[in-house]
């Protein structure tokens, strides 16, 4: 019974998104945490690195005392005024370390020393992982898709984001999804992306919806493995295929992987400027746009063949400059319409071959947002 209520607990963190207090060190938060939790440690990655040893070496009794001796005086007393400020700006807030054990109890002793009651899930972090596991399995069981599909640039994200219960799996990444798909602040960790995941769908769910829109992907996005239950699920879902034409799409990549994606460099850069090792100035986002745009190329410069790719490359190039010199975007619309003709294109056309009998509907958008809940309801 305090199993099941502990799950209902956990689960009920997560639906009503109650701030959650990481007291693990930062490297076991960075592997793997959840959207409302803030990273106070009890212990640093060093601290934690010696405990560890004392624990290996000398038993439980050697690792609490060297624990209490470097987590003391100053040190103690900077981390429990963190957490007496976290207590006080989520009252209804929880705590946790990874299995629910020392550390949380002792963050929890020490707060109440201090005259501040703070909960703490018991289990931690290892059963909130395990329930969320768990919550994703059945989430993606009990659910229906459909699949949102389209040759490169026809919007399907900017579509994704009209419909009603849809799951942007590529935002959930931070990617893309293509060889052009990254972004400058990296992605999450495998464990955060799933976690995130079954949050998501959780809530959607708890909100009564159990038919979902999912943009068609393949088996990774950037880095990062899509649940095999869902990729499943994703194969055999019936697909939606949203069509542009030509000049729309070229304008979507203009927009989505040159303006936007600049201006995403810049801000990036604004609160996280790269000193050069051997010059001390910043490196300026042009000049990583520039570098992220080129290096993509070649990274489907086998595909492309060699001849292909140096026209592309010197489109690009030229694009590239003239940006930089005048500000103009205009020269990007080149090497867009050659990348897309010459190589996506044909791609699509090959993958989409042996999907045409689950295509259920064929539209641009203005036609699927109109038909979106008959589409929902063939699901």
């Excluded at 001796?69 to 981390?79: D, H, N, P, T």
């Excluded at 791609?347 to 259920?360: A, F, G, H, I």
Aim: glycine share 8%.
């Amino acid at each position: 019974m305090a199993n099941a209520i502990d799950r209902e607990l956990i689960r009920s963190l997560f639906l009503k998104n109650v701030p959650l207090m990481d007291v693990r060190a930062p490297i076991e938060f960075e592997q793997g945490a959840f959207p409302n939790a803030v990273n106070q440690p009890l212990m640093n990655d060093q601290e934690r690195h010696e405990v560890g040893t004392r624990y290996k070496q000398a038993g439980q009794d050697a690792a609490i005392k060297l624990g209490n001796k470097l987590v003391s005086g100053e040190i103690k007393a900077q981390r429990i005024a963190q957490w007496k400020r976290f207590a006080e700006q989520h009252p209804d807030g929880y705590l946790y370390c990874f299995r629910g054990g020392l550390r949380s109890r002792t963050a929890q002793q020490w707060l109440k020393e201090q005259g501040i009651e703070l909960p703490l899930v018991n289990g931690g972090y290892k059963a909130m992982r395990r329930v969320l596991i768990d919550e994703l399995q059945q989430g993606i069981e009990l659910s229906n898709f459909v699949i949102l599909g389209g040759k490169t640039g026809t919007g399907k994200t900017w579509l994704l984001k009209e419909l009603s219960h849809s799951i942007d799996l590529e935002e959930l990444a931070n990617h893309r999804g293509s060889s052009f798909g990254r972004f400058p602040n990296g992605q999450p960790s495998q464990i955060n992306f799933e976690n995130t995941l079954a949050i998501l769908l959780m809530r959607l769910r708890a909100g009564g919806a159990h038919r979902f829109w999912l943009e068609d992907e393949g088996r990774m996005i950037g880095s990062l493995c899509l649940p095999q239950s869902l990729r499943d699920k994703m194969t055999e879902a019936p697909l939606v295929m949203l069509e542009e034409d030509l000049d729309y799409r070229i304008n979507v990549i203009l927009k989505d992987y040159v303006i936007d994606l600049y201006a995403c460099y810049e801000r990036y850069l604004a609160d996280n400027p790269i000193k050069d090792d051997a010059q001390d100035f910043s490196k300026p986002a042009f000049e990583m746009f520039s570098d992220y745009l080129l290096n993509s190329l070649e990274r489907v410069k086998k595909r492309l063949g060699g001849e292909c790719y140096q026209s592309i490359n010197r489109l690009m190039s030229a694009a590239l400059n003239e940006q930089q010199s005048s500000g103009s975007v205009a020269q990007h619309k080149l090497w867009i319409e050659a990348l897309l003709t010459s190589y996506y294109d044909p791609m699509y056309d090959y993958q989409l071959e042996k999907k045409q009998e689950r295509v259920v509907f064929r539209g641009n958008s203005h036609q699927i947002l109109a038909n979106q809940n008959k589409i929902l309801d063939m699901s």
